[in-house]
DNA sequence: ATATTTTGTTGTAAATTTACAACATTTAGT
DNA sequence: ACTAAATGTTGTAAATTTACAACAAAATAT
């Protein structure tokens, strides 16, 4: 199966959370140039990594993975905000 | 990196839609032995194979992939409608 | 400014997933 | 019961992901 190309928020999340891809690599028990290539977006992840991502990071799957292109975090509560209406 | 054991309820879903896998794999572009492996959980699928089965069933991938046993749905059922009360 | 940490890049090997074929077994339909 | 369709099993090859090393570039701290 020739695999499509997938978006993520790795990097975004990681640097909000303010720690290094080696101590991301070491608490999902990866290697430290994997999380540099998976942010980089060069190969996608396997499930089972992707589901440790996003159980470190206490998030749905869809919200860090997507076959679609990512806007920025900001975009998507602007929406959100626009959705729910004038608070 | 060693991958964990993963579980999944792709057979229950396409049984209820009444599909085989030879049908399942042809709309998701994969070969029809594949399915097989994974419903068996002989091993784990590739995120982007996880991401388009989802979205084939339209389903949050959660609910059809798990790092931890998944429980019959019936179940599932019982303890939402035990959560929400008494309907 | 310079030292240290972090990130990017390239290359190769190992591990895992996917494809594919051939055949056995099971299930479903008639 | 018989036939056809669906599923399971085994093996091998191809593709993709992950590990790892070595070094360059960039960012951060002192």
New interface residues.
């Given amino acids: 199966?020739k695999?499509?190309k997938?978006y993520n928020r790795i990097s975004v999340l990681r640097k909000e959370k303010g720690i290094s891809r080696q101590e991301l690599a070491d608490v999902i028990?990866?290697?430290f140039q994997?999380i540099g290539y998976l942010e980089r977006e060069e190969y996608?992840?396997?499930?089972?990594?992707?589901?440790k991502i996003s159980?470190y990071f206490g998030l749905?799957?869809?919200l860090i993975?997507?076959?679609k292109p990512l806007k920025p975090l900001i975009e998507e509560i602007v929406e959100l905000k626009n959705k729910i209406g004038g608070n």
């Fill in positions: 199966m695999s499509r997938l028990g990866v290697n994997t996608n992840p396997s499930l089972d990594l992707a589901l159980e749905p799957l869809e993975f997507s076959s």
